[in-house]
């Protein structure tokens, strides 16, 4: 949409132009999104700086991303496409809810992680083979990996994300890596099955703001938590992450370990 060209207009004029009352006009300007210069003490607005704003009004606003229901049936069939091995559905219902708007943490938190404890749980009462699970892991962390973040602006800082020795669930990791990405941090992901001297190592000799350990496995949990232990001791701040806790809890507790960090 254009106006009908011609030079400057007042302040009042170029409001009265775009359907709102002089104060929200003036308020715009005061707030960056007009431009506007002052002329003898008074706002004037070039027509292309009019036209730039009437255009912007006028766009389609940005429709809701899926809500609550629309995600849980996405869950159903994400579960289905993952027992039955469907890849293709499978990054058609998670990219196709990215594109309609939902965020990466969602996505993973009420779309993958659902139907990833339910096939746990009938892998472990013996209702389905090691193969459908290990397939079902393939498909999950290839899709994860084409996930793209928003990038905004500048990063938090640079996280780590690991899994300790003898935990070899690397989906978590990915799960962690991805929406701390999203929540525009710099990802160091270092995977599952890490020896906790090479963690030390690592947060010795990188900018590392913050680590976060995945833990898993019931059987490393006592040495997940004795290295969070010894990377915070030797100065970086580190959170440690396990079964229940969630994407929303992690990026909140990476943020809130940001402000202490010495990097
Ligand atoms: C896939 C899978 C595997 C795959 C992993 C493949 C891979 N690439 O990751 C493989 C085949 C390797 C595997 C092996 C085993 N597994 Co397994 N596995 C699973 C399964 C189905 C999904 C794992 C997963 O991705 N969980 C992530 C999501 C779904 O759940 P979540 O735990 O809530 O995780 C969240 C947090 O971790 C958060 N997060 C991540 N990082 C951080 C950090 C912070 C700070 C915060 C706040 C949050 C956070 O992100 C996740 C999403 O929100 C689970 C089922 C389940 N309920 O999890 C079993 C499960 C974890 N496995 C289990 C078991 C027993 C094993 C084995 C011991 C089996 C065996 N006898 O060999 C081995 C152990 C191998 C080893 N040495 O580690 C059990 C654990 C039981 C328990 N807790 O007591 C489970 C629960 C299955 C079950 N129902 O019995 N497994």
């Known amino acids: 949409m254009t106006t009908t060209g011609g030079g400057p207009l007042d302040l009042r004029t170029a409001a009265a132009e775009l359907g709102v009352h002089y104060q929200t006009a003036y308020g715009w300007v005061r707030g960056g999104r007009l431009k506007a210069t002052l002329v003898g003490g008074r706002y004037v607005v070039a027509r292309a700086d009019l036209d730039a704003i009437m255009l912007e009004r006028s766009a389609p606003s940005d429709p809701k991303p899926p809500g609550a229901r629309r995600l849980a049936r996405a869950a159903e069939r994400m579960h289905d496409a993952l027992l039955e091995g469907d890849e293709p559905v499978a990054r058609q219902v998670a990219l196709g809810l990215v594109i309609e708007g939902t965020s990466i943490t969602d996505l993973i938190q009420m779309v993958f992680v659902p139907p990833l404890i339910r096939i746990g749980q009938a892998w472990h009462e013996g209702l389905l083979t090691i193969s459908v699970e290990h397939r079902t892991s393939g498909i999950v962390e290839r899709i994860l990996g084409e996930l793209a973040p928003r990038r905004r602006g500048r990063r938090r800082g640079t996280a780590l994300v690991a899994a300790v020795s003898g935990d070899n669930h690397a989906l978590p990791t990915s799960m962690a890596a991805a929406a701390l990405r999203d ?81």
């Not at 001297?197 to 680590?211: D, K």
């Not at 915070?232 to 992690?250: D, K």
């Open 183 to 263: 929540d525009n941090w710099k990802v160091e992901h270092l995977g599952a099955d890490m020896p906790p001297s090479e963690l030390l190592q690592f947060c010795a000799e990188h900018p590392v703001t913050v680590a976060v350990i995945s833990s898993t496995n019931p059987d490393t949990a006592e040495l997940a938590k004795k290295t969070a232990s010894e990377i915070l001791a030797a100065g970086t701040p580190v959170i440690l992450g396990g079964p229940g806790r969630t994407l929303r809890e992690l990026v909140d507790l990476a943020r809130q370990a940001s402000r202490t960090s010495r990097t």
